[in-house]
């Protein structure tokens, strides 16, 4: 018999999160903050389901959370533009302009006027696709990432198209059958587990 640990009744059992479907929803912004990484500034915009079935799932998530470290769930990174003339700046200029219409699209009333603070609160319409990434024991993960931004309008209306999934590309040895072997069939050797 193994002996008991002693918070063993307290200790919680670790569970899969819900996962946000891939598809379009009216989004609200819950909070927006400058930051600055080794590309340059950019808005981190904190977000969350507005409206429908998924209403405040990112909230939901936050506060059922029991990581001592809590993230929030959806954030969308807004590069702010260097103004220095080159084609990466050129692209960096209409992903801002897109997301400031969309916005105004999005919100009677509202006029883009550079205080990245009035952001919250409003409402916007948002892509989701599934993004893959490589977890710390290099499985593969797959994750619903916020892609793109629209109005709110298409979204209500369903007249969008979602955006590709990010899938990492497989080779030979990185087929994603996770080290799995198939066993013929007929075999009468005991597995090894």
Known sequence: MIKQFDDYAKTQAYTDFPTLPKGGYVLKVMGVSQKQNSNGLYLQIGMDIA???????????????????KKWGCNFLLSLPKDDGSEQDGWTKRSFKTFTTALEESNTGYHFDWAET????????GLFNVREYTKADDSIGKATNLAKVCAAEKIR???YKLP????IARSADNSGDMGFITVPEGINEELPF
Not at 51 to 69: A, M
Not at 118 to 125: E, H, R, S, Y
Not at 164 to 167: G, P, Q, S
């Open 51 to 69: 409206e429908g079935e998924y209403k405040d799932f990112f909230t939901k998530q936050y506060v059922n959370d029991s990581r001592s470290e």
């Open 118 to 125: 009035k952001f919250k609160g409003l409402t916007i319409g």
């Open 157 to 159: 209306k369903g007249d």
């Open 164 to 167: 590709e999934d990010k899938l």
